[in-house]
């Protein structure tokens, strides 16, 4: 069965700033604390677009570039994947207002903002990248989506992939209607090559009607069972302890991801 | 060396020129287009669209009643044309319900439901009213879901939506994880419906034209938002296979602006020749380009600066948006299918309303449809964020 060697990973999430800080928090050497995530992030942004973009492609941009920073590669190499449930639901949710509006004032910087491969084409343009990118949706099941298209890029093209997962919560009214308990972003730079510099090597197989993996902590469990790009946290657990086994992720709609990990 | 190709076993069509391909086949033919000024619900703006008659009176059927919006309904309305369920059913009983993998393209998926429900927010509360379902209906997910749900798929499935190259994508991302292993057929497809952001959104940015648009006209002045599903079922291609088959693809970013196409078409050129290199294909062996060809000034100037790179100008080319309009998500399955239907009946169509070729262009422009023999066949797909898809078809023999 081929192999995916996981080389980085970027992280955010309330009481998770960052991969470095969060390994002992994931591996259960110190306890889980919700805390407020740091404000200045995505630094890769120039400081004027950073304060004109959202906080929906800042997320996503710096976990993608924290997952790059310690092999770094020539981003302009790297394939992305970028997987969301909501995309960015602050700017569909001001079109959607804007539209109840006498003559429908609809905002042309909300309008360009509304597709959900912005953060994709923030990135290739802040990397100048020119490689393939996809931008994808599959609900609760995004994160092992994305995982597993991630890897028939890698495979496809013998190349490495940057996947990138992110959500966050909805504005009123649309959160009444769509429960995400907290921002969540995830990236995970991978290479169909196994290198020394690889945390983990996994192998994917798809399967139907498992149950998913769940967390002991009740912080944590919150956290993945409340947002889909939290459902990789198994996964992220199982790296951050070196686990040597099986985790099961929910994929789209009935399907499941089994991921073999190996340290 | 050429990869695998994969055949098309079963696909179709629905838009503005009716239901199925062979209402799509016969209007190219004719030069007959289905634009017609913008009456769509109650948006106020000069220009025309491309609309699916009678969606507004075809709820989906009880047991799918959560999924009800105007996107499942289009998508409910292909997949029941041209026997696309019943060869469904047939891979199903051969590969297994949960090895056939589901990958639909869409830029804004059922968001006209929360459009309505934005607008009967309640007066006190600001909610929305009870019954909206975002999950089933606005959610980017909800059209894969509802497609799998109604061919019985339990296999791998997700939503690609990078804006207009959305659907031109999933034939991409079907031939990998078919090779992956992830899945041994697909169903790809692509459902895109009219609403009000994006008629107001294309409005908004100044890029919707008040006539029928005008692909490299030189006097273009915009697009026109149409609205279209399609769908396709892929399996591996036989040795003497006489379908249509996906030959190669190219994928690409333009890495340049958010909104504005590469002024030198160098992500468009990217996309063309590495679907020409997976197919082990030269430019001179191409019969025909069905451009992305939106009709906006700027794109159009960008998409010629590209094929001229990659294929000179004695490539015929043409642009079916002026049948259809811009069906956004849904532009790259329909313009496949259109691609595979000219292969089968020897069709280059024209470009639908372009009197006049723009002189400062100089791809090979077709204006009126001829009808020759084809071998081989690309589409192009460009969108938003510099996102690019171009998809090479063939067809063996003939």
């Known amino acids: ?263 | 060396m050429a990869i695998e190709p994969l055949a098309i076993t079963a696909c179709t069509v629905t838009n503005a020129l009716g239901r199925g391909s062979a209402a799509s086949l016969a209007a190219l033919r004719r030069g007959e287009g289905g634009l017609r000024p913008c009456d769509f619900e109650d948006a106020d703006l000069p220009t025309w669209i491309g609309r699916v008659a009678e969606l507004e009176a075809e709820p989906l059927p009880a047991e799918f009643a959560l999924f009800d919006c105007r996107n499942n309904r289009l998508a409910w309305l292909a997949l029941e044309q041209d026997g696309l369920g019943a060869a469904v059913q047939k891979a199903r009983a051969r590969y297994g319900a949960d090895r056939i993998g589901v990958f639909i393209g869409t830029s804004t998926s059922g968001i006209g439901a929360t459009e309505r429900a934005y607008r009967q927010r309640d007066p006190i509360t600001g909610g929305l009213p009870a019954t909206f379902d975002y999950q089933h209906t606005h959610n980017v997910f909800s059209v894969a879901d509802f497609t799998r749900r109604w061919l019985g798929l339990t296999g791998a499935a997700f939503v690609i939506s990078t804006a207009c190259s959305s659907s031109a994508k999933v034939f991409a991302s079907a031939w990998r994880q078919m090779r992956a292993g992830f899945c041994d057929a697909a169903v790809v497809g692509g459902v895109d419906s009219l609403c009000l952001t994006t008629l107001y959104g294309f409005n908004a940015l100044g890029l919707a034209s008040s006539q029928p648009c005008r692909p490299w006209d030189a006097r273009r002045d915009g697009l026109n938002v149409g609205e279209a599903a399609g769908f396709a079922l892929l399996e591996w291609a036989e040795p003497d296979d006489d379908r249509a088959l996906l030959l190669g693809y190219g994928e690409s970013s333009d890495a340049y602006h958010m909104t504005a196409a590469h002024p030198e078409g160098v992500g468009a050129a990217l996309a063309m020749q590495q679907a020409l290199a997976r197919a082990d294909a030269k430019p001179e062996q191409v019969d025909y380009i069905n451009l992305h060809g939106t009709a906006t000034p700027l794109n159009d100037a960008a998409e010629d600066r590209a094929v001229l790179r990659v294929f000179g100008p004695g490539t015929p080319c043409s642009s079916t948006k002026g049948w259809t309009g811009h069906t956004l998500g849904a532009a790259g399955i329909t313009e496949a299918v259109f691609v595979c239907l000219c292969l089968e009946h020897g069709l280059i169509p024209g470009t639908l309303n372009t009197r006049q070729r723009d002189p400062k262009l100089g791809a090979g422009i077709v204006l009126d449809p001829q009808e020759r023999p084809l071998r081989l066949a690309l589409s192009n797909s460009f969108g938003f964020g510099g996102t690019n898809c171009s998809l090479l078809f063939g067809r063996r023999g003939g």
């Open chain 1, 1 to 263: 069965m081929k192999t995916l060697a996981v080389e980085g990973v970027g992280l955010m999430a309330p009481g998770l700033a960052g991969w470095i800080t969060s390994q002992a928090v994931l591996a259960g050497e110190q306890p889980y604390t919700v805390q407020p995530m740091p404000a200045t992030i995505a630094t890769l942004l120039p400081a004027n677009e950073r304060r004109r973009t959202t906080i929906t492609v800042k997320l996503a941009l710096q976990v993608a570039q924290e997952a790059m920073a310690v092999v770094s590669p020539d981003a302009g190499t790297v394939r992305t994947v970028f997987a969301s449930s909501g995309g960015d639901s602050e700017v569909l949710d001001k079109i959607c207002t804007a539209l109840t509006q006498p003559d429908r004032p609809v905002s042309p910087t909300h309008f360009h903002h509304s597709v959900h491969n912005t953060p994709a084409g923030y990135w290739s343009i802040a990397t100048r990248c020119r490689q393939p990118s996809l931008s994808l949706c599959a609900y609760d099941g995004s994160f092992a989506a994305g995982l597993q298209e991630a890897a028939a890029l890698a495979w496809a093209d013998q190349a490495r992939v940057l996947l990138v997962a992110y959500d966050l919560p909805l504005p009123f009214p649309l959160a009444e209607h769509r429960t995400i308990v907290a921002p969540f972003g995830v990236a995970l730079l991978l290479n169909p090559v196994t290198t020394s510099q690889r945390l983990t090597l996994l192998r994917l197989s798809p399967g139907v009607a498992e149950s998913a993996d769940r967390l002991d902590d009740a912080g944590l469990e919150r956290l993945r069972a409340g947002n889909p790009a939290a459902r990789s946290l198994p996964l992220l657990r199982a790296i951050a302890r070196r686990w040597a086994g099986r985790v099961v992720l929910p994929a789209g709609a009935a399907a499941v991801c089994r991921v073999d990990v190996e340290p």
